[in-house]
């Protein structure tokens, strides 16, 4: 089935230092890729086709931000605040909560996060929150216990998911804080990200610090270590804000998302050789999105309509191929398919990492 709005997060790798690590997987994969991924001489042939049909149009978002790229354009999208999206409150809309149309919220993740170790070492850095796999039993046990201290303040807790609850309380009003996603794609230091401006920043950091101590002898994070897995340590609040009423979305995307996973391994450890081979399989994944095949024993498969726009997502890069464009021509394609194959697969590369 074609999509008419296509986004893709992680698809560009445009942090300086990941850079050259990043682009040497993705050149290792391309040479070994095999007939498959080469298609005509081309790496990556249906993205490639895709951007045959149009320019890419790129724009750098904000850096010290705290929605990457593609938060950024789903928020558009959905008619939000693309710079402080009101996830959470989204959400609350879309459970029925209580004062979901009234009250500020935010989403709040139960984390691990790793203390400085050694003399000289000072910064504290978030794990991913995946890694927790809290179940259901321990997530109902622990916000049990957080409860009373979060009520005291005025905020209420409920849970979505064992990894993903919701706040709700006049403490939250003006919180800006970015997703896990994004903190651990920077490096994974809280300190530039925990909460000053905030009205209740004292509040938020002192729940914080008593979480911490709550937490340690909790007898979940016992049979946790007992277990060999990480304990929950503390939280992080994130999507913050209020929302009056649900808007109505102007675009609906199309997410394709094998590469978040892969690209934060990469970020958080320089190895960016499964993100190089995601994109090998999403390029897979796309040539299925563009063709159709007319019956069981159709050898051809019949093109079907591409998408009329494709947004390759970095953390602060949108690059945006738009083929209802103007300048979305025919010269534009009879000049991209001169192209030797060679000076196309170097395009793309730098396109996809860029220098």
């Not at 890069?317 to 464009?325: I, N």
Request: some cysteine; hydrophobic content about 45%; charged content about 15%.
């Amino acid at each position: 089935m074609p999509f008419s709005h296509l986004l893709i997060p992680h698809a560009l790798v445009d942090d300086a230092e990941a850079a050259p690590a990043a682009r040497a997987a993705l050149q290792a994969v391309f040479k070994n890729g095999g007939a498959s991924s080469r298609a005509g001489g081309r790496w990556l042939p249906s993205l490639q086709g895709l951007l045959d049909r149009a320019p890419l149009q790129t724009r750098r978002l904000d850096a010290n931000g705290v929605t990457s790229a593609h938060e950024a354009m789903l928020a558009q999208a959905l008619g939000l605040d693309p710079l402080v999206p009101p996830w959470a409150a989204l959400r609350a809309h879309a459970l029925r909560l209580p004062e979901a149309d009234t009250a500020a919220w935010a989403f709040m993740t139960p984390a691990h996060w790793v203390l400085p170790q050694g003399v000289g070492q000072s910064q504290v850095r978030l794990s991913d929150p995946d890694q927790l796999r809290l179940d259901e039993a321990e997530a109902q046990a622990l916000c049990a216990a957080m409860q009373a201290y979060f009520a005291e303040d005025g905020l209420s807790l409920h849970i979505d998911r064992p990894g993903l609850w919701l706040v709700r309380g006049d403490a939250l009003r003006g919180l800006r804080s970015p997703a896990p996603e994004r903190v651990l794609a920077l490096g994974g230091d809280v300190a530039p990200w925990l909460p000053t401006a905030s009205p209740a920043a004292p509040l938020l950091r002192r729940l914080q610090n008593e979480m911490q101590m709550l937490l340690y002898t909790h007898p979940v994070n016992d049979a946790r270590e007992a277990r060999g897995l990480p304990s929950v340590n503390s939280f992080w609040l994130h999507g913050g804000g209020k929302l009056a009423a649900v808007p109505t979305p102007q675009i609906t995307w199309t997410v394709l998302d094998s590469l978040v996973a892969p690209a934060l391994q990469g970020y958080a450890l320089g190895d960016w050789r499964a993100w190089a081979e995601a994109w090998r399989a999403l390029d897979a994944q796309l040539a299925l999105t563009l063709t159709e095949p007319t019956g069981p024993q159709d050898a051809q498969p019949r093109t079907t309509q591409a998408p009329t726009q494709l947004v390759l997502c970095g953390l602060h890069m949108l690059a945006t191929s738009d083929s209802t464009e103007p300048s979305s021509n025919g010269f534009w394609r009879r000049l991209r398919q001169r192209i030797r194959p060679g000076l196309q697969n170097e395009a793309l590369a730098e396109l996809l990492v860029p220098a």
